[in-house]
């Protein structure tokens, strides 16, 4: 529980970051006649994150946690692969109900990946001490 705020600041910038470079590569260079205040928009996606992952990551975080310790998986590649598949469904959910395209369950998916990630690697080094 207690990597899970440290995890939410971690994955914020991190995942916006993500979701940036994924909307650069998918739409290419904007035309140097248009404006595009990049800064106002990345706080404002990092903002919007913070929100979700505090109203629909924590709730679904300690529900993961719970259902992985009725599991209680043997090894530590286990524990990864049945958090992994677990969290898929929040993924699903949350890309249905924002519009259900192909663009919006991948900037879920970005999201909730690399807070998965950033909360397992936390939950590893907790783990490791």
């Known amino acids: 529980m207690k990597n899970i705020p440290l995890a ?3 994955a914020v910038p991190l995942s916006t970051i993500c979701l940036f470079v994924f909307d650069f590569i998918l739409n290419g260079v904007y035309d140097s006649g ?20 505090i ?3 924590i709730p679904s ?16 590649l286990h524990y990864y692969i049945i ?3 677990i969290f898929l ?6 890309s249905y109900l924002l519009g259900g395209t192909t663009y919006t369950f991948i900037s ?6 690399v807070y998965l990630h950033v909360l397992f690697l936390l ?7």
């Open 123 to 129: 939950e590893k080094r907790e783990h490791q001490k």
């Open 89 to 94: 469904f929040p993924t699903l959910l949350l």
């Open 8 to 10: 939410i600041i971690i």
């Open 108 to 113: 879920v998916s970005i999201a909730v990946y």
């Open 55 to 57: 109203a629909v990551g």
């Open 61 to 76: 975080t300690l529900l993961i946690n719970f259902i992985v310790r009725l599991i209680n998986p043997s090894t530590f």
């Open 34 to 53: 248009v404006y595009s205040p990049f800064w106002g928009t990345f706080i404002t996606t990092a903002w919007v994150q913070f929100l979700v992952y």
């Open 83 to 85: 958090k992994i598949v």
